[in-house]
């Protein structure tokens, strides 16, 4: 069988050939001839199984093309949605700037395991931290050490009273 | 060293720490001249005090 090779390259660029164009726009006894011959004039057993298969492949691209989310919709409304789109990208912009915000905002939480130890250990291990020269209020020998707030502010008392720890001036 | 026990008793200062079985989360409002304020609570074994600033006397002198 003779193959026209110029209207294989035609068919690879549309699936409907132009031969079916030419049966369209012949007159009625002429289509005859191409209904006898069809679309199998002059081509392959495996050039036709290829017409099919692209055939199939446009028939399913328009299928998936149609049920994509603009498939029904008229460009304006494509436009508005685009628009809407945009907005609300934005509107998650600035939650996310003011999420970030409120976070910086929010003490980070820190466990403190509060130690039982002697109050002699206690108050050795809190002159061994005044020994660096640091101002300390009680909350910082607290959470420092792990100890209960009121025995430490005892003990500081204690301290003071010994005149081994006194109030920095310059902080106040 | 004075401490309070009596309902209805207060502290103020500017800085006080604090030590609590359970403290609320804190709530913020508008205070005077458009300060911001914080508000909290404190439950279960609540302890106060309004702190020093503490340092060693031998290494000051």
């Keep these: 069988m003779k193959t026209n090779l110029s209207q294989v390259e035609a068919t690879k660029a549309w699936p409907w050939s132009a031969r079916s ?18 679309d199998s004039a002059g ?4 050039d036709i199984e290829e017409k099919v298969r692209r055939v199939k492949g446009s028939i399913q691209l328009e299928q998936l093309v149609m049920t994509m989310p603009f498939g029904g919709l008229e460009p304006a409304d494509v436009l508005y949605l685009m628009e809407e789109n945009a907005s609300l990208r934005q509107e998650i912009e600035q939650i996310k700037q003011k999420l970030s915000e409120l976070e910086e905002r929010i003490p980070e939480e820190r ?10 250990e206690a108050k050795e291990e809190i002159r061994q931290l005044f020994l660096n020269g640091r101002t300390l209020y009680y909350s910082d020998i ?4 792990g100890l209960d707030l009121k025995l430490v502010v005892d003990i500081c008392h204690e301290l003071q009273e010994s005149g081994e720890i006194g109030v920095d001036d310059r902080v106040l | 060293m004075t401490e309070y026990y009596k309902l209805g008793d207060a502290l103020m200062a500017d800085r006080i720490a604090v030590q609590a079985r359970d403290i609320d989360k804190p709530r913020y409002g508008e205070g005077t001249h458009s300060h ?3 508000f909290t609570k ?5 302890y106060c005090v309004i702190e020093l600033p503490l340092k060693s006397v031998r290494e000051r002198r």
Excluded: N, Y
């Design chain 1, 111 to 120: 466990v403190i395991v509060l130690r039982e130890i002697s109050r002699e």
């Design chain 2, 36 to 38: 911001k304020i914080q």
């Design chain 2, 42 to 46: 404190l439950r279960g074994s609540a």
């Design chain 1, 43 to 46: 081509l392959t057993k495996e």
């Design chain 1, 142 to 145: 607290a959470e420092e050490l």
């Design chain 1, 21 to 38: 164009t030419d049966w369209l726009l012949a007159k009625p006894e002429e289509r005859e001839k191409f209904i006898v011959l069809g």
